[in-house]
């Protein structure tokens, strides 16, 4: 019987957590603070989509649906590339971006990411 996609995927339980997934995680959340009076990184941008696509081979393998959550929000880091003021002509977008997937990638570090 082929395994059903679950919130938190199939995975080892007595694996280890995923060191880049608490890492990332930290990584997203100091973001949070970072200052505003200027554009956006892009090297930012693109650590977030790239850390996506890796993501997104763990996650649809595990078949979690937080997984491919945590993909789709990490698309968001995409507007950065074509507005540089997206994330601060709203505050709440800022903070709220980055919490969220901070969070969704702490989850996936305990869960589907795994080793």
């Not at 059903?4 to 100091?30: D, N, T």
């Not at 990184?41 to 997984?67: E, F, H, V």
Request: charged fraction near 15%.
């Amino acid at each position: 019987m082929e395994k059903s996609w679950s919130l938190l995927g199939q995975y080892e339980k007595k694996a280890r957590p995923s060191l880049f997934g608490m890492a990332l995680s930290v990584y997203i959340a100091a973001e949070t603070f970072g200052s505003h009076d200027h554009r956006y990184k892009i090297l930012m941008c693109i650590l977030i989509l790239i850390s996506g696509a890796y993501i997104a081979s763990k996650a649809i393998p595990a078949k979690s649906i937080l997984g491919i959550s945590t993909v789709l929000i990490s698309l968001i880091w995409i507007l950065p590339l074509i507005n540089d003021t997206v994330f601060y002509s709203l505050d709440i977008w800022f903070m709220s971006a980055h919490s969220i997937l901070a969070l969704a990638v702490a989850g996936g570090a305990f869960t589907y990411l795994k080793n």
